[in-house]
């Protein structure tokens, strides 16, 4: 543990440390410490971008919520493993520092902080068929099983939105196209991190990742809904071919 503890750090104090994965073995350590390592890049690349435009900000512009700044950021990494049984790096996509969480996140992290009630209700948010959802009756939506967060894989291009409801361009083989579930999160060090992996079943190239929640939605009808919070898109897309191993990594600094 501590030679891979060392070796890691080494790795991700070199200059082209992106360049310098293929080959690793992937390890849970390897995926949070790369993880990390991409999420302070972000960081660092936003708030460049942001600080001359903050600087210039107008009074009107600040009190009219006419600056598009991000305090909460996110960061995705994808990559693709040789085998099940020989799980060695092939190739790693990094999100854009562009990327954002969606107008569905800042709703539904809205939605459920409020005064204790019976209920969480009265919040609309866009699901995958870009359909506006109310949730009107008095059921804690949050908690109602099943309820939870999803990755999806995709090939679009296109920059990321805040109005972004669902995965650009979907893959068309299985289990690849479907959504699937994420792994349990972690928080440390200000940053909330969760991460998954699927056996490709056909080829394509990733080019963007999404985050989901599915959660039963009481509105006109008691059915289960499904609601993109955070879409990002790799800087380089990776290409994959049945049998190898994908796995999808998100990190959000708070």
């Not at 009074?59 to 600056?67: A, E, G, N, P, S």
């Not at 562009?98 to 005064?115: E, S």
């Not at 009756?137 to 939870?148: E, Q």
């Not at 990002?232 to 191993?245: E, K, M, Q």
């Amino acid at each position: 543990m501590m030679n891979e503890k060392m070796e890691i750090e080494k790795l991700l104090k070199s200059e082209h440390w992106h360049d310098n994965l293929s080959g690793l073995k992937w390890t849970p350590e390897l995926c949070k410490a790369i993880q990390l390592k991409h999420s302070h890049e972000v960081r660092i690349r936003r708030l460049e971008d942001q600080l001359p435009k903050l600087k210039e900000a107008t009074l009107d512009d600040i009190l009219l919520q006419r600056i598009d700044e991000q305090h909460v950021s996110d960061s995705t990494i994808a990559a693709v493993l040789k085998s099940k049984n020989n799980p060695r790096i092939m190739e790693v996509g990094f999100s854009r520092p562009d990327d954002m969480l969606l107008n569905n996140f800042g709703m539904w992290l809205a939605a459920i902080i409020q005064p204790p009630s019976v209920g969480i209700t009265g919040y609309t948010m866009y699901d995958t068929s870009n359909s506006a959802r109310t949730s009107s009756y008095l059921d804690n939506t949050f908690f109602s099983s099943p309820a939870g967060f999803i990755f999806q894989f995709g090939a679009g291009t296109t920059a990321p939105a805040r109005t972004n409801y669902q995965i650009q361009t979907p893959f068309l083989g299985s289990p690849e196209m479907n959504k699937f579930n994420v792994g349990s999160a972690s928080y440390a060090g200000n940053t909330i991190s969760f991460a998954n992996v699927i056996t490709a079943g056909g080829s394509g190239t990733i080019n963007e990742v999404g985050v989901f929640f599915q959660t039963w939605m009481w509105d006109s009808n008691s059915v289960q809904r499904v609601f993109l919070l955070i879409r990002d898109v790799l800087g380089t897309g990776i290409s994959f071919v049945a049998g190898n191993p994908i796995v999808a990594s998100c990190a959000m600094g708070i």
